[in-house]
């Protein structure tokens, strides 16, 4: 690690403040035209992030500062996930410390301070909005850990980095186990970002919203990062599944030519990731949200699947 090391992961984290919103702005874009209709702006996330910085913040009768110490925290996890997972390069400050088992830890935090301050002003919605998401995310963390487990197994290390140099700079070998761990993935990446169909962010029905519940009563800057973590999250996902299933791009080490090749390779993977994401939306529905454990549970088997796979048949490999 050298001081291009530091300059590289802050240029990355810096990327990921800016890439994020455009990535919501493109998948909302995308899936607009495949629903034949007048597409937002590429750039409206930002439009309404700006929007909301200057507006005041209204506070709800009762609220506690955890209510409005939560954005922040959210905000703060979803900036040290984006810090953790590799994307232009492997070589990474937080990499000997944090590995793939903390960035669970950081997605958890960041979960439990949003759903505590959705229950904190006490309104029905909050309370509401707060339980599914702690129902999604003890049905999800189980089949993420699975995947990681998986991956960890064939890298021998549960850092993201060793993973990416393992898979993308050795030599090629098709590995059975990855392609049920990338089918888990999926699922859990749709649960945990509140996309359809578990959750559909362009909806405010109580029946079945779970992520916009808890942030009704966030106004102003707090809501501005709350949408902003959002977008984050739905960014570091991104990356993440990028990493673990398609890391060729990344530059291995710090090196100027590595990080100016590994830029438009990262903006090359996401639109299409973004083109494909929006496309499943599409064609699927929205399920009740009594059929969200079903729908985690075939991501676990997926999961469970691919570790099996990975102990039986690949151990040799």
């Not at 750039?43 to 209204?58: A, R």
């Not at 963390?141 to 050795?170: K, N």
């Amino acid at each position: 690690m050298n001081v291009f090391g530091f300059l590289g992961q802050l240029f990355a984290i810096a990327l990921a403040l800016l890439l994020a919103p455009l990535l919501t702005g493109w998948v909302n874009q995308c899936r607009a035209w495949l629903q034949n209709r007048s597409a937002p702006p590429l750039l409206q996330p930002y439009y309404m992030l700006h929007k909301l910085f200057l507006k005041d913040v209204v506070l709800a009768h009762g609220a506690s500062p955890l209510f409005r110490f939560a954005p922040f925290v959210v905000f703060g996890c979803m900036v040290l996930a984006c810090a953790i997972i590799p994307t232009l390069s492997t070589d990474l400050p937080f990499a000997p410390a944090a590995d793939t088992i903390a960035l669970v830890g950081v997605f958890g935090l960041a979960r439990i301070f949003i759903a505590l301050a959705a229950m904190d002003v006490g309104t029905s919605f909050g309370t509401l909005g707060g339980r599914r998401e702690m129902l999604v995310g003890f049905l999800a963390e189980p089949a993420l850990l699975m995947v990681i487990f998986t991956t960890a197994m064939i890298s021998q290390s549960t850092s993201v980095a060793t993973i990416v140099e393992t898979l993308a700079h050795r030599d090629f070998i098709i590995y059975p186990s990855l392609a049920f761990a990338g089918i888990a993935f999926t699922f859990v990446s749709f649960a945990e970002n509140a996309r359809v169909p578990v959750d559909n962010p362009a909806t405010h029905l109580e029946l079945t919203m779970i992520h916009e519940a808890m942030v009704l009563e966030y106004s102003g800057r707090h809501l501005a990062l709350i949408e902003w973590a959002a977008s984050l999250k739905l960014y570091a996902y991104s990356c993440l599944g990028l990493a673990l299933f398609f890391p060729w791009g990344i530059a291995e080490g710090a090196s100027v030519a590595g990080l100016l090749l590994a830029i438009p390779v990262l903006v090359g993977k996401l639109a299409i990731g973004g083109m494909l994401l929006a496309v499943i939306e599409t064609i699927n529905a929205k399920v009740r949200i009594f059929r969200a454990p079903e729908f985690l549970g075939t991501a676990f088997l997926f999961a469970v699947l691919g570790l099996l796979v990975r102990l039986l048949l690949e151990s040799q490999s």
